[in-house]
């Protein structure tokens, strides 16, 4: 079941503010979307690898030759005899992570998304969910967060990494969820997979009441967007601007994406015609299809709109210009819902 959570609403556009410290706030309930411009949290999972590796002396880090670019060199300065470089070789990388594992460590695999779901698949497959091994794969730069196109944007991640029996699929929508993500790692049963943000993330909730459950992040009655990961910023952001025409949009978040929360979609289906599903991610394999497939094996007679990177690898160049390339800026979000109320 879905955790029910209402939010004030959300008005304004970029992100200005950096805050450093506790990620807590008085004003607003746990669980709950801070009001729009969000504050960003520098270095997010870097601060809560380094807490983790406290907590738990068996946890490890590898990487592949990209500690300055994943945020884990403040790891390898604290435990350096528990952080290991293989190099540019990301099979290689998922292997001895598997093999650390079997030892009775827990490790934790850090690259960026495409080289995790493409160069390592097999060694992902293979080595971390046959087994069932305890592990974290960490895979930075997901969907259009890097400009650098196809050799860099993980497009494609979440629908290879769902097709894997036993993996758990993580998509944060900001640095309280990344962090909660990261020091939960050790409780989740087999190899589970997170969409990570390096540097300046956005703070948009204060805390994290249930990370297996979809939650209402914004309530309306007039539309509804599920959305997932960095999408759920983009929902918020065109739910604002709805808002200031009068039109009341509900969002719900999903910040896992495998096991899925059917119970919420369906419960969604119920009270929408039309769902929108946003996400940072292709529309093949990802939170759309996830969504489809919940309601179509419920046999409910409701449309699904896929706002995401369509069958094409998008273009160079920062994310809020391909944002408004591939109809992902607010504005269209935006007049999307409305063309499916009129």
Known sequence: ?????????????????????????????????????WADVPAPFSEALVELGHRSPEVVVLTADLMHWTDTLAFAEAFPDRFWNVGMAEQNLVGVGAGMARAGAFPVIVTYGVFAARRAYDQ??????????????????PGISSQFRATHQALDDVALMRALPGMTVLDPADATELTAMVLGAPERPGPSYVRASRGLVPRVFTGVPEMTCARRVREGPDAVLVSSGIGTR????????????????????????KPFDDDAVADLAQRHRVLHCVENHSTVGGLAAAVSCAVAARGLGVRVVAHGIPDRWAEYGRMDFNRGMLGLDAASIAAAVEREIK
């Open 1 to 37: 079941m879905s955790t029910r959570l209402a939010i004030p609403s959300v008005a304004g556009a970029s992100v200005t503010t950096v805050v450093k410290g506790s990620l807590s706030s008085p004003s607003v309930a746990v669980g709950q979307a801070l009001p729009l411009p």
């Open 124 to 141: 992902v497959a293979m080595s971390l969910c046959t087994g069932g091994v305890r592990a974290l794969l960490v895979g930075f730069l």
């Open 234 to 257: 983009w929902a918020l952001e065109a739910a604002a601007l709805l808002s200031s025409r009068s039109v009341e949009a509900e969002v719900q978040h999903h910040p896992m994406l």
